[in-house]
Each structure stands twice: as structure tokens, then as C-alpha cells.
């Protein structure tokens, strides 16, 4: 049996059916995905069982004032953020550092920082479940010489497994 919006109706249900459905795209755009969809895989792996993945502990940070700021040595802000590195049970890799870029809400782009890989932050638990579970690097950037304050922190994260193969992930950040 067709419906009205097969015939063509016009009105309110198909503007009904319109605004719905662009709720539903709104809604499954805004959902944070833990893991990023596309996850890196070292070595060889000729059936992908294992990868690494690279995610955001929270999709948002918050800019925090610094007493006693001079651009450029230090910001008028700083950002913490927690990158989170999920073997999936590869072993034998290893983060080796981290590439940060800010963009303020104007479109200005700070310049790249490059941090090193810090000693991850470990859960509490054995070392066998450490190393399977999710490995957490506290982080910060500062922010706010010669850009705004709010905009979007990208995090390149680069690994490189026991056989010299290097790999990255990206994350990112959006900033208040």
C-alpha cells in the first residue's frame, strides 16, 4: 500500500520525514567513536588479527589560563590532553613521539610541536594485562601566541615496531 510520502505528498509529514531523518544524521555524527576506523598493523600480519588504534580519552579539552605568560616561551594557555594507544595484543612496538598542531576557531594555525613519547600512564593491574590494555600518555600543548584560545588540537602518534617498521595514528581534540 503506498504511503503518502510515495505519492509525493507534500506538507508536514514529508517535512516531518525530512527533519527526522536529518536528526538522525546530527545524532550518529556527533556519537564518539572510542577507536578510530582505520587502525595500523605492524609487521607482518597476513590476516590483520592484530593492530594498534589510537584514540582520545575525551573528544574535548579545555583551554586553562597561565599565570605569567610571555609569548612566545610560554602561552597564555595551556591544553592537557590523553592520548590513548590500544594494542589490540601487538607487541613489539613502541611510541615513539608525538606531532601536535593547533587551529584556532579563524582557521590560524600554530606551529607544529614535537613532543616525545613520555612513559605512559599504567592502569592498575598485572603487567600482563597492561601490556594488552590500553596505554594512556598525559600530554599537553600550549596555545594562544598568535592564535586564539578555541579550535582543534591534531595529534600525529608515531610507532615504530621491533623490526624498524613505522607507523601513526591521528587523533584529535576540539578545544574551549
Not at 598493523?41 to 597561565?66: D, E, K, M, R
Request: glycine letters at 10%.
Amino acid at each position: 500500500m503506498p504511503t503518502l510520502l510515495d505519492r509525493g505528498a507534500h506538507g508536514l509529514s514529508r517535512h516531518i520525514a525530512c527533519v527526522m531523518l536529518l536528526a538522525a544524521a546530527v545524532a550518529s555524527a556527533s556519537c564518539e567513536n572510542k577507536y578510530p576506523t582505520e587502525p595500523i598493523t605492524f609487521g607482518y600480519n597476513p590476516l590483520g588479527l592484530t593492530s594498534v588504534t589510537f584514540s582520545a580519552q575525551t573528544s574535548t579539552v579545555i583551554a586553562q589560563p597561565v599565570p605569567n605568560a610571555r609569548c612566545p616561551q610560554v602561552a597564555p594557555f595551556n591544553v592537557p590532553f590523553v592520548v590513548v594507544v590500544n594494542a589490540d595484543g601487538t607487541t613489539g612496538f613502541a611510541v615513539t613521539g608525538f606531532r601536535v598542531q593547533f587551529t584556532d576557531t579563524s582557521g590560524n594555525t600554530a606551529p607544529q610541536v614535537v613532543l616525545p613519547a613520555p612513559v605512559p600512564v599504567t592502569p592498575i593491574g598485572s603487567a600482563l594485562a597492561a601490556a594488552r590494555g590500553d596505554m594512556f600518555f598525559q600530554l599537553s600543548t600550549g596555545v594562544g601566541c598568535g592564535v586564539g584560545q578555541a579550535g582543534t588540537i591534531v595529534v600525529v602518534v608515531d610507532t615504530q615496531d621491533d623490526h624498524g617498521h613505522k607507523g601513526s595514528g591521528r587523533v584529535e581534540f576540539n578545544v574551549r
